[in-house]
């Protein structure tokens, strides 16, 4: 016979005083699920025949484990994303005093 034990964990989410208010809360993944993801279903019944089942990816587990676990740590501001050079290069911008966003130079995944 199996005991688990029930222990409760927590996590605790901490900002500086003077950001408190003025940056989001975050909130559990599982609560802000994105329209296009509710109204999907979980059958495509134009794809579904003999040799597809025509499942979507509402039924698939690891996706749906990526979409509701965890937290969301929303952005204090509207980031505005310019995609260049077919992909190579994306500038971000934003009305706010720190940094929203930064990304990964090529090295970074060399090889890959």
């Not at 500038?91 to 929203?100: I, K, L, P, T, Y």
């Amino acid at each position: 016979m199996f005991h688990f034990s029930q222990t409760t964990r927590s996590i605790r989410f901490v900002c500086r005083p003077e950001d408190y208010g003025v940056i989001a809360p975050p909130v559990a993944a599982k609560t802000v699920l994105p329209d296009w993801f509710r109204k999907l279903p979980a059958v495509d019944s134009q794809q579904a025949s003999a040799t597809n089942n025509g499942l979507t990816v509402k039924r698939c587990m690891p996706f749906l484990d990526a979409m509701t676990t965890g937290w969301i740590l929303p952005l204090a501001a509207t980031v505005r994303l310019e995609i260049k050079d077919g992909g190579r290069v994306v500038d971000a911008g934003w009305e706010f005093d720190r940094v929203m966003v930064s990304n990964h130079g090529a090295h970074q995944v060399a090889g890959n």
